[in-house]
């Protein structure tokens, strides 16, 4: 199995920063893509970024210049810098990574952390 871990949500003020990280664990032959998800209460979990192993990035429009999405191939891990945060980024925030893994090389599977809170205050 594969497990991820996150780290480095908080309560900040607007306009400040929160660097999330997620760790990725298990039986892993490689890791596709990895992007960080988010759920505020009452809506839906909408992507936030995405980054593939060529290191190309995708970003939701409304953290688009505020967020930045990274990855360590080496430490099988994602990160995500936020900065100029907004009371509308309040949410849990969940890192996801598509694996594809020792026992299956030929599929590929989906993998969530537990989730971590990010709360921004006006």
């Known amino acids: 199995q594969v497990q991820l871990v996150e780290s480095g949500g908080g309560l900040v003020q607007a306009g400040g920063s929160l660097r999330l990280s997620c760790a990725a664990s298990?039986?892993?032959?490689?890791?596709?893509?990895m992007a960080w998800y988010r759920q505020a209460p009452g809506n839906q979990r909408e992507l936030v970024a995405d980054?593939?192993?060529?290191?190309?990035?995708n970003y939701a429009g409304s953290v688009k210049g505020r967020f930045t999405i990274s990855r360590d191939n080496a430490k099988n891990s994602v990160y995500l810098q936020m900065n100029s945060l907004k009371p509308e980024d309040t949410a849990v925030y969940y890192c996801?990574?598509?694996?594809?893994?020792?026992?299956?090389?030929?599929?590929?599977?989906?993998?969530w952390g537990q989730g971590t809170q990010v709360t921004v205050s006006s």
């Open positions: 996801n990574a598509l694996v594809t893994t020792v026992q299956a090389r030929d599929t590929m599977f989906s993998f």
């Open positions: 298990g039986n892993i032959f490689s890791i596709n893509a």
């Open positions: 980054i593939i192993s060529g290191g190309s990035t």
